[in-house]
């Protein structure tokens, strides 16, 4: 699946009469609906120089969490820790912010441009505990080709 998955992102995020907005979103969608245990996906950057992180286009439910401060929440922990989070079961984190109570597992990565952590990309399941270390390695390289064509 992933496999498959990777040359469907390199090719949404090289589609040039795209904006770079439009192909991201193209980009979640895809997710969303080809990944059955991907329930929410979604981009975070950072907001100008601010110390957190703005919603960027994502796929599912509509959430609030439109701006998160550094150190808050998995995304703002991985904001700050440059690593990779992946949470099999978000009621075991202490620091986790609630999007929906029917989310089980969170996975966030972040994106670097230039060895800058420049935002992430966030998962939701509601599926307990289903990523793997194919789903970071398929992440991971998905932050890398969305990091070709990002402009902040």
């Known amino acids: 699946m992933f496999n498959d998955l990777r040359i ?7 589609s040039t009469s795209l904006t770079v907005d439009e192909r991201l979103q193209n980009l979640c969608e895809l997710l969303k609906e080809t990944v059955p245990h991907y329930d929410w996906v979604g981009f975070y950057f950072k907001n100008g120089n601010k110390e957190e992180l703005k919603l ?30 992946v949470v099999p079961d978000v ?14 597992a969170e996975i966030v990565v972040p994106l670097f441009i230039d060895g800058e952590n420049v935002g992430q990309i966030d998962i939701d399941s509601n599926t307990p505990d289903p990523f793997t270390e194919e789903d970071e390695r398929f992440l991971e390289f998905v932050n890398t080709e969305v990091a070709k064509i990002y402009t902040f």
């Open 8 to 14: 469907k992102t390199s090719t949404i995020l090289n």
């Open 56 to 85: 960027g286009p994502y796929a599912g439910a509509p959430t609030d969490h439109i701006i998160i401060p550094f150190g808050k929440g998995i995304c703002g922990q991985v904001a700050v820790s440059n690593q990779n989070f």
């Open 91 to 104: 009621k075991a984190q202490d620091n986790y912010i609630a999007c929906s109570i029917t989310v089980k």
